[in-house]
Structure formats: C-alpha cells, structure tokens
C-alpha cells in the first residue's frame, strides 16, 4: 500500500482548461450593424474633417485658388505673433476664468439656499432654469439690449450719476505690456459674462442641488451633535463633498467658453480694438469673410487643442475611476 507521502511525491500532470471562443449570436451582430453606421459617420465626418482641417493648417491654402503645398507651421507662428490673436487669448482666458468662477459661486449660493425646502421652491428653480432654455443667440441680442450704453440700465443709472459704456468700453484694468497688446482685464468682457453666467448658472444650480440632496441627512445630524454651526458643516463638509461635481462644472464651463462664438458674435462682435473678439469670430470672419483658409484652419486646430487640455485628462481620470 503506498504511503500518503508517496502518493503527494507522485507527478500529477495537469492539463490547462483551454478557453472557448466566443460565439457571436444573432444580437451580437444585429448590435453590430445598427452601431457601424454611427461609427462610420463619426470617423468620417468628425475625425476625418478634424484630421482634414490640421492638413490645411499647414498648408498655403489663403485665397479662393486652393494651394494645399506644405507651409509647416508658418500658418501658426503668424498667428502668434498677431495682434489680433494675441486679443483674443487674452479676451479668451479672462472670460475663461471670471465665467467659471462666478458660475461656481452662484451655482453652491442658490443651491444651498433652494436646499433649505423654500417655500415655493419650483417656482425658484423654474426661475433659475428657464435661461438654460434659450439659446446663445438670443441671450446676445436680449443682453445687447439690456446694456446697451444709450438704453436699457443705463437709463435707471443716469439717475445715480453713473454712465457706464459696458461692451463698448476699451478700457483694460490693470493692464501692461505683453507681445503687441496691453494684458490686463477688459471691461468690455464684463458685460459678455454677464451674460453667460446669466444663462448658465442654473446648470450649475441643477448639478450641485442634485449632489446636496444625494447627501445623507444623517451627515449633518453627526456633524451638529458634534457641535457644528451650520456654516462649519457647509464648509468643512458639504462643499468638500461636492467636489467632484465642482470639478464636472468646470470642466463643462470650460468646454463651453474656450470656444465661445454665438453668444459674442450677436453681441458685441470683435469690438473696438478687439476688446471682446475671442478665436471663435476670428476664425469665422478669417476663413468665410477673408477666405484664410489656412490661417482659419490654424485657429480651430488650437481651439481644439485648448478644448482638449481640459477634456482629455478628465475623461482619463474618469475612466481610471470607473475601472
């Protein structure tokens, strides 16, 4: 009989499970046909036109007679080293920050205030929520009204001794020289945040009320037996809670002002000495008024880029969450 150690010492052979491919069934392929349309259209006519448009960026292609020899990046350093342009950043990267920033503020503000079960509540929120319905384009010629310098506010603030020019003043605040402009905080811009954070803070109402109330009430019981004031549970809290919908608030606002066009073009337009141009009506008036083609395939190329600055790690880090 053989012993137990004998038997542990004898040479087992394993045999590795092979793995069954995986049959594709009538659903698999109905879902491929109904998908492959989709998918052909998008890689043609958004990645192949993306593709197209960065091709004729470094081309020569700037008159009605297409010339599609190889300019390198001469198409881009002019716009570098052009006045406008230069505006524009500037136009574009104070919009930028002052638009998500008042966003975000306003956005927790009401938020919070429409969190504590008003009184009429609906009637609130509707408020808040009916510029979201509106598009930019109305929103411009409404506000272009509204803060028109001879019109509009303006005629309740002569009363005050107040005469504001709004989106036609040229003033830069705190303005020195960088490159060929003056940096600094246009005024005129002012009046297009406005305007935008009009329209869109009750998005951000609408992301951090929904957060607010996927938080337990149990939280804020924990937090006043432990002796907190309200304000120190909102503060050390509830806001760091909210977070990750900050974070989607501004990547969203982001995408939104980065490429910006509707909302300044039936406003304001470039405004006197490009005060409140912004690469969106640049672009526009280069390639379908100037017939720039090249130069105007350029500024989309690094409107996309500056887009995908935000968007992509973003949507990196959301996948590495997911998995």
Do not use: C
């Not at 698999?28 to 492959?36: G, P």
């Not at 603030?157 to 003033?171: I, P, R």
């Amino acid at each position: 009989m053989e012993t137990a150690k004998a038997v542990s010492e004898r040479s087992v052979t394993v045999v590795p499970k092979t793995q069954k491919k995986r049959k594709w069934t009538v659903d698999h392929w109905l879902a491929l046909a109904f998908l492959s349309p989709s998918v052909v259209l998008i890689l043609i006519f958004v990645y192949g036109f993306i593709g197209w448009t960065g091709y004729v960026s470094l081309s020569n292609w700037n008159s009605l007679v297409p010339d599609l020899s190889f300019a390198g990046l001469k198409n881009y350093i002019y716009l570098f080293h052009d006045f406008r342009f230069q505006a524009d950043l500037r136009n574009t990267l104070v919009f930028t920050v002052l638009f998500i920033g008042v966003v975000i503020v306003l956005g927790q503000l009401l938020a919070i205030l429409l969190d504590q079960k008003l009184r009429g509540e609906s009637i609130f929120r509707n408020i808040f929520f009916f510029p979201m319905a509106l598009s930019f384009v109305v929103t411009g010629v409404v506000w272009q009204w509204l803060l028109n310098p001879s019109t509009g506010v303006n005629l309740f603030f002569k009363k005050f001794g107040l005469d504001s020019k709004w989106y036609t003043d040229t003033t830069i605040l705190g303005s020195f020289h960088l490159g060929k402009i003056e940096f600094g905080v246009p005024v005129a811009i002012v009046a297009v945040v406005i305007a935008a954070v009009w329209q869109m803070t009750g998005f951000a109402v609408a992301m951090y009320l929904a957060g607010l109330r996927a938080i337990p009430e149990e939280v804020r019981e924990a937090a006043r037996m432990d002796g907190a004031t309200e304000f120190q549970i909102y503060r050390k809290i509830i806001i760091p809670m909210l977070r990750p919908i900050t974070v989607s608030v501004i990547i969203i606002m982001a995408h939104i002002s980065l490429k910006i066009f509707d909302l300044i073009y039936a406003m304001t337009g470039p405004g006197a000495n490009f005060v409140t141009d912004v690469p969106g009506v640049y672009m526009f008036e280069t390639t379908f008024r100037g017939n720039y083609y090249a130069n105007g395939a350029a500024i989309a190329i690094i409107m996309l880029l500056s887009v995908a600055i935000f968007i992509v790690p973003y949507l990196i880090s959301s996948r590495k969450g997911e998995s």
